[in-house]
């Protein structure tokens, strides 16, 4: 069975840093770009990064830009969401998805990821 798993949330003082991990099982994620969302409660799910499917290209929503760094490990099946710099807005709950297709255009479009996780719980609050 493919699967997408992601681990590390919890809960955070503003300010602080998280380090979500988005690890595959039953396929490898090599060759395939990821993109991590997020929705929080009563919102829309919004894009927050991407990462191509060899490292090489990476965004990031303009809400994130600076405080956020995406990155990979394909020897470990694993993709990284590190969060510096939590912000109250930043609360909700994150996904990771993967997509076989170039997604370095379009990696926002969340309707184009083949596979998703269930997401992981990110609370910033003092």
């Known amino acids: 069975q493919l699967q997408l798993v992601e681990s590390g949330g919890g809960l955070v003082q503003p300010g602080g840093s998280l380090r979500l991990s988005c690890a595959a099982s039953g396929f490898t994620l090599d060759g395939y770009a990821i993109g991590w969302f997020r929705q929080a409660p009563g919102k829309e799910r919004e894009a927050v990064s991407y990462?191509?499917?060899?490292?090489?290209?990476?965004d990031y929503a303009d809400s994130v830009k600076g405080r956020f760094t995406i990155s990979r490990d394909n020897a470990k099946n694993t993709v990284y969401l590190q969060m510096n710099k939590l912000k109250p807005e930043d609360t909700a709950v994150y996904y990771c998805?993967?997509?076989?297709?170039?997604?370095?255009?379009?990696?926002?479009?969340?309707?184009?990821?083949?596979?998703w996780g269930q997401g992981t719980q990110v609370t910033v609050s003092s």
């Open positions: 998805a993967a997509a076989t297709n170039n997604m370095r255009y379009v990696w926002v479009r969340w309707d184009l990821y083949d596979y």
């Open positions: 990462i191509s499917s060899s490292g090489g290209s990476t």
